[in-house]
């Protein structure tokens, strides 16, 4: 990629074109998980949007974004692809800040909501724009990229696009998380299909096995680290931490 093409993608976002952020993006000390939720929810003027915030966030656990937080780098570049309404990207804006992390959704009224409420919060170390995950194009040299419950919603010859594009788009060593859902057990994977179904209004999601996942990440270049998240609900949820060899 050109410099001119890197400024072409990163001028949809306005935050600072640069893998490490400058001055003052956010808490001398990042705030804690209790008091970092509330104040997103409470970012977004809609109260659908709201009660939306609130059940992806029981959802997506506070364990689980700790979790995926961790293995996120401590500084530099990160993307997300498939961001909704911002609620993953500002909470690790807030929580890890010394992170720049842009993110694209195709729906462009998530992406207004997801820019008011990052006003709304003061954030500068974060920035969403309007992007389709089936042509999306990344920056170049990225320090890390992640996509929560997206690539079951796309056909597999997008994802499979995806995943290569990341790879390509990586810095050496560049981390690439990936959360989605496997095919087992059954009855898990049958409640969060129909959940999927009503969340979407009538999608059909394609829920990848987890040798299927794992395979397909590995074929692309990645070393991978899978993790089982278990939890209370009947969610079959797996985490995969994936980097691009150095």
Known sequence: MTIEQRESVLAQFDVAPTSRPAGDVGPADP???????????RAYDSLIVRLYCLLRF???????????RQFLPAEGDVFEV????????????????H??????????????LAQSARRRLGLSN????VGNARTVH???GLDGCYVLDLLHHLPRDTAHGLIAHVYEQ???????????????PRYKMAFTWLLDVVMTRGERPQYWSVADMTDTL????????RYAMVDILPYPHELYVCTKPR
């Open 126 to 129: 974060v920035a969403f724009a």
């Open 170 to 184: 990586l810095r050496p060593g560049g981390v690439f998380i990936v959360k989605d859902v496997d095919t087992r």
């Open 138 to 140: 990344l920056p170049e």
């Open 31 to 41: 705030p804690s998980h209790a008091r970092t939720i509330s104040p997103i929810i």
């Open 99 to 112: 992170l720049v992390i842009r993110g694209v959704d195709v729906d462009e009224q998530r992406i207004h």
């Open 82 to 97: 498939g961001s909704g309404f911002g609620l993953f990207g500002l909470y690790f804006a807030r929580m890890s800040p």
């Open 218 to 225: 590995r074929t692309s270049g990645f070393d991978v680290i």
């Open 58 to 68: 029981r959802i997506i656990r506070g364990r689980f974004l700790e979790e995926i």
